[in-house]
C-alpha cells in the first residue's frame, strides 16, 4: 500500500490542466488502484491511497499524470507495510 503526495510546485498553472489530472484520476479509481484521494490542507496539493500495485508500477502511473508531467506538483511516493487494521480496513494488511 502507498501514500501518494502531491505537493504544488506551481499551483497558478494547475487550471490549465486540470482536466487532465482529474481524468488520470478516474483512471486510478476505475483501475481499482487508487482508494482514496484528498486534497493537503491548506491548498498544499493533493493525497492519494493506493494499493494493489507495485511500486515501480505506481511510479509509472504517478509520472503520466498531467500535473507531474508539467511541473505543477512534485510527488512523493511512501510505501506502508500494513500489519493492523480496524475490521473494514483488514483487506489492506499483508498476508
Request: net charge negative; proline share 5%.
Amino acid at each position: 500500500m502507498f501514500i501518494v503526495l502531491l505537493k504544488f510546485a506551481n499551483r497558478e498553472a494547475a487550471s490549465q490542466w486540470m482536466a487532465g489530472h482529474n481524468a488520470w484520476i478516474t483512471r486510478g479509481l476505475a483501475d481499482g488502484v487508487f482508494l482514496l484521494i484528498g486534497s493537503l490542507r491548506p491548498q498544499a496539493g493533493g493525497a492519494i491511497l493506493a494499493y494493489g500495485e507495485s511500486r515501480e508500477a505506481l511510479e509509472v502511473r504517478v509520472a503520466e499524470d498531467p500535473f507531474v508531467e508539467h511541473g505543477i506538483v512534485m510527488p512523493e511516493i511512501f510505501e506502508i507495510a500494513p500489519n493492523r487494521a480496524d475490521e473494514r480496513l483488514q483487506f489492506l494488511c499483508t498476508p
